[in-house]
C-alpha cells in the first residue's frame, strides 16, 4: 500500500509540472525562485498561461514574454543616485538582501504592449508601423502602467507588476560573472560592447543585443525603464554608458509620460 502511495504521489507531482498551465506549477516549483540563474519561464499574454521551465531562450512572440529567474542574494546596491562622471562611488552601495524573482528577460515591446492592453481592458493601444513592432514602449507614464497592471491583476491569477528598484539593480549588478558591478557585463564602461544601445539616434528591438549571464536584454540604454519606487533606470539611447550604469536613477513624477521610458516587468503567483 505505501508503495502505491508513493507512486500516486509522483504521478500527481510529474502531471502537475508538465501538465495544463492553468495548475500554476511552474513558478512554486522547486525549479521556481530557487532556480538556476537565468532559468526561463515563458508566459502567455493572450491566454494568461504560464509554460514549463527550462534553460534556454526561445524566439521573439508579440504574445509571450519570457522571465529569468533571478536567485536571491545579498550584494551592495546604491543608497540613491550616486552617479558621477566616472560612474557610481563603490563607498554609496549598501549591502542588501534581494529574495529571488522573475523579470522579464526584455523590455516589453510596442506591440506586446498592446496586447497587453487587450487583455487587459483598459487603457489605449497604441498606433504603430510594421518597423516598430519590436521596439520597445516608450512614452507611457508610471501611472498607466499601473493601471493596466492592476486590471490584468484582477482577472489573473499570475501577477504582473513593476521591479522595485532594488531588485532591477540587483538583476543589473548580478547580470555578469563578477558581482557589485556596475554594468550587466562588469566593471568597465568601455566593455560595453553590444550589451548596451547607448549614444545612438534611436532605440532597438527588444530582441536586440547582447544578452548577459542572467539572459537579461538591454539593462543598459534602449529606454529607461520604471521602478515601483517611481524611478526610472538603465538609461537610454539618447545617453551615455556611465548614465545607464546600474546604480544610477532618476525620480520621475509618476503622471507625465516620458518620451524615452518603458517597461520591463515581474512575473508572481497571487497570494
Known amino acids: 500500500m505505501k508503495n502505491i502511495i508513493l507512486v500516486l504521489v509522483s504521478y500527481l507531482l510529474v502531471s502537475c509540472a508538465v501538465g495544463d498551465p492553468d495548475e500554476y506549477v511552474s513558478i512554486t516549483s522547486p525549479e521556481?525562485?530557487?532556480?538556476?540563474?537565468?532559468?526561463?519561464?515563458?508566459?502567455?499574454?493572450?491566454?494568461?498561461k504560464l509554460t514549463n521551465n527550462r534553460s534556454t531562450p526561445s524566439a521573439y512572440d508579440k504574445?509571450?514574454?519570457?522571465?529569468?529567474?533571478?536567485?536571491?542574494?545579498?550584494?551592495g546596491l546604491s543608497a540613491s543616485d550616486?552617479?558621477?562622471?566616472?560612474?557610481?562611488?563603490?563607498?554609496?552601495?549598501?549591502?542588501?538582501?534581494?529574495?529571488?524573482?522573475?523579470?522579464?528577460?526584455?523590455?516589453?515591446?510596442?506591440?506586446?504592449?498592446?496586447?497587453?492592453?487587450?487583455?487587459?481592458g483598459v487603457g489605449t493601444a497604441i498606433a504603430i508601423t510594421k518597423d516598430e513592432e519590436k521596439l520597445p514602449v516608450a512614452g507611457i507614464s508610471k501611472d498607466e502602467i499601473e493601471v493596466v497592471l492592476s486590471a490584468w491583476n484582477a482577472t489573473h491569477h499570475f501577477q504582473l507588476r513593476l521591479p522595485s528598484n532594488n531588485e532591477?539593480?540587483?538583476?543589473?549588478?548580478?547580470?555578469?560573472?563578477?558581482?557589485?558591478?556596475?554594468y550587466a557585463w562588469g566593471e568597465q564602461a568601455a566593455d560595453s560592447g553590444d550589451y548596451a544601445q547607448v549614444e545612438t539616434t534611436g532605440p532597438r528591438n527588444v530582441n536586440s543585443g547582447t544578452r548577459d549571464d542572467n539572459n537579461l536584454m538591454n539593462m543598459h540604454g534602449n529606454v529607461w525603464e520604471w521602478t515601483s519606487n517611481s524611478d526610472l533606470r538603465g538609461g537610454s539611447w539618447n545617453d551615455n554608458v556611465i548614465s545607464s550604469s546600474s546604480g544610477n536613477r532618476l525620480t520621475m513624477r509618476t503622471d507625465v509620460s516620458y518620451v524615452l521610458a518603458g517597461v520591463r516587468l515581474v512575473i508572481e503567483v497571487a497570494q
Open 63 to 75: 504574445e509571450r514574454i519570457e522571465f529569468a529567474s533571478i536567485s536571491g542574494g545579498t550584494i
Open 168 to 182: 532591477w539593480e540587483y538583476a543589473c549588478r548580478i547580470g555578469g560573472t563578477e558581482t557589485d558591478t556596475q
Open 32 to 48: 521556481g525562485f530557487d532556480g538556476p540563474v537565468g532559468r526561463i519561464v515563458s508566459f502567455n499574454i493572450d491566454e494568461g
Open 82 to 120: 550616486a552617479v558621477t562622471s566616472m560612474g557610481i562611488d563603490d563607498a554609496s552601495l549598501v549591502k542588501t538582501a534581494v529574495d529571488g524573482f522573475y523579470l522579464s528577460t526584455q523590455e516589453l515591446s510596442q506591440e506586446q504592449w498592446n496586447v497587453l492592453i487587450k487583455e487587459a
